[in-house]
């Protein structure tokens, strides 16, 4: 079945570093990576986020506390940040990048290589709804939705296609989108700290 064509994916930083293996992995990256890309096929329109540091000052920290600060990630130029490899990257209509020279969780703060933001270009392209997977579930993909909301957007977190690396944050998201209205579908796939 494919959704009507004013509805979005948004696919979060399914990146090399957030996946097993990765500098910062989360817990079932690499399986929310093949997840997501069995979604693709449902929907006329896919864009992606990607953390894409080049300099994000006190984001990246040698003794990160995993909530504000973090181990270097996600740098320009490196493996860590490409696409993992089980996503499909051929289905993605436009890439927005963030976080170049600042902490940028929410991939609304992104933009194409041209300089167009997230919700301009979903405007742009007639987008009302968007659903939103990816990684991780408590911090960039609850940032996106909640910045979807905010930006007019009617938006939900499909959790059968996200991770998170915490209960306590994820529970904090789960309260925001509450009371913000952000829908919530399906079963979080999997609840965990960071893999070593
Ligand atoms: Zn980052």
């Not at 500098?23 to 929907?43: F, H």
């Amino acid at each position: 079945m494919k959704h009507p064509s004013h509805r979005a994916l948004i696919v979060v930083d399914v990146q090399n570093d957030f996946c097993e293996g990765g500098s910062l992995a989360v817990r079932g990256g690499a399986a929310v990576a093949g997840a997501v890309t069995t979604l693709m096929d449902e929907y006329p329109m896919v864009v992606a986020t990607r953390d894409y540091h080049i300099d994000p000052g006190d984001h990246f920290s040698e003794t990160p506390d995993f909530v504000d600060s973090w181990p270097p990630h996600c740098v320009v130029h490196t493996d860590g940040v490409g696409f993992h490899p089980k996503v499909d990257v051929d289905r993605f209509a436009e890439v927005f990048s963030k976080g170049a020279y600042s902490a940028a969780y929410s991939g609304f703060e992104g933009a194409t290589a041209e300089g167009v933001g997230l919700a301009q270009w979903l405007r742009e392209h007639h987008i009302t709804d968007v659903d939103v997977v990816g990684l991780a579930a408590d911090y960039c993909v609850a940032a996106t939705a909640l910045d979807a909301v905010d930006a007019g957007f009617k938006a939900r977190v499909l959790l059968n296609y996200t991770a998170a690396i915490s209960p306590t944050t994820w529970a904090q998201a789960e309260e925001r989108f509450r009371e913000v209205g952000v829908q919530v579908d399906g079963d979080l796939l999997y609840t965990g700290s960071p893999v070593e």
